[in-house]
Nanobody, 125 residues
Framework: QVQLVESGGRLVQAGGSLRLSCVAS????????MGWFRQAPEEEREFVAG????????YYSDSMRGRFTISRDNAKNTLYLQMNNLKPEDTAVYYC??????????????????WGQGTQVTVSS
């Protein structure tokens, strides 16, 4: 069974930085594309960033491109999201997700099949 456990969320001031981590278990991490999503109160869950199974390509939502960086360490079964220049509108629960089939690119929302429990990021103004 696939398990995804996020960490790293906390309260931070606007302009600050955070790095989220997601440790995966239950299957061969290196074969699957991974991604980050977020959900603010009363909003739908939105795509933040995705990374291909081999780490060679990454995709970002337009509002995060240039501020957020997704990466993965297949040796540690860990996915990361480096977030810089945080804004109050980045406040949300951030979820780690994994695609259901191997060797994907991470850029198709419908391909994501597994979810973590989420970690809260709060950005104060």
């Amino acid at each position: 069974q696939v398990q995804l456990v996020e960490s790293g969320g906390r309260l931070v001031q606007a302009g600050g930085s955070l790095r989220l981590s997601c440790v995966a278990s239950g299957r061969t991490f290196s074969r699957f594309a991974m991604g980050w999503f977020r959900q603010a109160p009363e909003e739908e869950r939105e795509f933040v960033a995705g990374i291909a199974w081999n780490g060679r390509s990454a995709y970002y939502s337009d509002s995060m491109r240039g501020r957020f960086t997704i990466s993965r360490d297949n040796a540690k079964n860990t996915l990361y999201l480096q977030m810089n220049n945080l804004k109050p509108e980045d406040t949300a629960v951030y979820y780690c997700s994994a695609e259901g089939r191997p060797y994907g690119l991470g850029n198709t929302r419908a391909a994501y099949a597994y979810w973590g429990q989420g970690t809260q990021v709060t950005v104060s103004s």
